[in-house]
């Protein structure tokens, strides 16, 4: 789990950054494979964070983990029958 979209926005407070640039398409949550970069891994999931006009760097992980949570379960559900699949996303990395 990763609290930014891989590979665009990596590192900490992914989402943070994105939102300061403006750039609200990136800001949301990513599961991924873990490999030996950091946040480089092949994605499992995606998924885009709906922030609110007064959320803050203190709420954004607790957005981040509701919208992660279920992308876990259905990567765990995946695995488990046998059916789960990783890309490589067309991003630039930062």
Known sequence: YHAGVTPKCRGQNGAYWALAGGD???AGV???LVDNGAETGP???Q???AFERGDNI???PHRQMTAG???MGR???GSLAGRIAAV???LPSR
């Open 30 to 32: 990513t599961l991924h």
């Open 75 to 77: 990567a765990a559900e």
């Open 69 to 71: 949570l279920p992308l």
């Open 58 to 60: 203190a709420v954004y």
């Open 88 to 90: 490589r996303p067309d």
């Open 47 to 49: 998924s885009a964070v």
């Open 43 to 45: 994605v499992l999931y």
């Open 24 to 26: 609200t398409a990136h």
